[in-house]
Structure formats: structure tokens, C-alpha cells
């Protein structure tokens, strides 16, 4: 066992695993704003949106609000870039804090719409909202094939270790 699959053991994957957190750098990038990933994006958000109980989460709807096809339209037209020779830079990392519980969703689909496979730690505490949007994007994640390699969520234990070994993952 590599010294980094042994690291990686110590983390608890809630989208992902081990053996794609480890292949997530070799992957190719995407342009921003890549139709796949608006495809992959929307999704998501017609998902969320049709809960029954949508109204008891208002951070999960804003965030099915702000991923959707229109949203997202909206973004790229106020940013106004030219994306034809753009790519993004490989793998994200990101480090969701605890006090906005879905921040790490909205960070995660920004690195996606940058073209950048993203892989976040979520804080220690879980909240229902995280878990019904994890739920989502673990589902949504199987009609989109191209798309469950390209995001790892996971917690893991305050750990310089782990921390390190990821950090060096990106370039």
C-alpha cells in the first residue's frame, strides 16, 4: 500500500473514494463554463428544487437557485469572458468552514464551472441540508459518468498529515 493510499485511508468519503481522490490530478481540464458541466450543474438543481421540503432549507434552495441553466447563463454573460482558449488549472482543493453549512457546494461548483476536478473537506459537524445535497450529487453523479470522477467531498480529522498530502496533490 503507497504511502499516500494510506493517508488517504484515514479520510471518510462521502462522495468519492480513496483510489479517484489519487487519480483526480492526472485529469484532463475542462474550458470554463463547459455545456457538461451546466448539463451536470442543472441538474443538480432541478433535483433540489423539486423537494417537497425545500422551503425548510433555504441554503439548499438558494443553492438550487444559483446552479441552475439560467443562473448559470446569467454568470457567464456578466463575466463576460472569452473561454475558447481557457482551461482550467487541475485539481482544486477547498476547506469548507462550518458556520455557512453549504459553502462547500457553492465552492465546489465553481471549481467545476473554472474546469477544475475539486475535492473539499466539510467541516466535522453535519447538517440535514449537506446531507439531502450530498444525496443529490451522489445520484446526479451516476446519469453523469464523466462527472463522478471529477469531485471527491470528505471529512477527516484536524490532520497536517492529510492535509500536506493533499495540498501536494495540486499544482
Known sequence: M????QVFDKITFL?????????MPSLPSLRPFDPKTIDFLDEVSARIRKLENIRSMPDAAA???WCGRSSL????KEIDGDFTRSLG???ALHFAP????LLFAFSMAASLLAGCPTAVRLPSK??????????????VRGKFPEYGC???????AKDPEITDALSAMCD
Open 150 to 156: 471529477r469531485i471527491a467531498l470528505f471529512r477527516y
Open 2 to 5: 503507497t504511502h499516500m493510499r
Open 126 to 139: 453535519e447538517t440535514g441540508q449537506e446531507r439531502v445535497v450530498i444525496g443529490i450529487l451522489n445520484e
Open 98 to 101: 462550518s458556520n455557512i453549512p
Open 63 to 65: 443553492f438550487g437557485f
Open 89 to 91: 488549472r487541475g485539481l
Open 73 to 76: 447563463a446569467r454568470a457567464r
Open 15 to 23: 462522495s468519492g473514494s480513496p483510489e479517484l481522490l489519487e487519480e
